[in-house]
């Protein structure tokens, strides 16, 4: 069944997952963390299919970032490792981790380079019957191919991260757990088209402009 993503999903939080494709992780000079590297996206910074992506002034390094997503469908705490994860989700969809990355150097930490209104576009649908062990999962610039990955490239799967999450903080529903980004993150630039494609999801398409315009 596939549900479209409106501006009522509202998530309490967006829990994202840094470092969880391995070429990602050297081509940013990183190590690949031994547990799941976790950091929250601002639930302000959610847009849609169709709006735009806004290039904050205080950044000259905006990358897009196309990722699996993970929608809640119920309250999860604590899960034990035979516990079925199923019952829990309420489908995947494509998600933009939007990120300032001079802001995220300059910081260390994520929160601000990550957290800018507009920067995580998610959509178009929920799709709830989908088995996500191995899809394609591409970001195009204008039509351009930047990044390719498949998600069983992921160092943890999303079964498991599902299950990692619920341990540190409880998941309520509609929250929304960001599995990673394959290698080929770029700079956006106000006037590109931004499209992430997952298969068997369809197509998150968002317009780039510059706060400044």
Known sequence: MNEIIGADLRPSKIVCVGRNYVD?????????????????????????????????HQSQ?????????????KQCKDLRDDDDVKEYIKGFTCLNDVTA?????????????KSFDTFCPIGPHIVSDLDAADLAVTCRINGEVRQSGR???????????IRYI??????????????????????????????????????????VKSARD
Do not use: W
């Open 61 to 73: 390094q905006v990358e897009h970032e196309a990722e699996l997503a993970i929608v809640i469908a």
């Open 24 to 56: 990602h992780a050297k081509e940013l000079g990183n190590e690949v963390p031994k547990a799941p590297l976790l950091f929250l996206k601002a639930p302000s910074s959610l847009i849609t299919n169709g709006d735009a992506i806004v290039i904050p």
């Open 166 to 207: 619920s341990r540190q903080m409880t998941l309520l529903p509609n929250d929304v757990i960001a599995t990673g980004t394959p290698a080929g993150v770029s700079k956006l630039a106000a006037g590109d088209v931004c499209e992430v494609e997952i298969e068997g999801i369809g197509i998150l398409s968002n317009p």
């Open 151 to 161: 998600t069983s490239q992921m160092v943890f799967s999303p079964t498991y991260l």
């Open 101 to 113: 990355r001079d802001i995220q150097r300059a910081d260390v930490q994520f929160t601000r380079g």
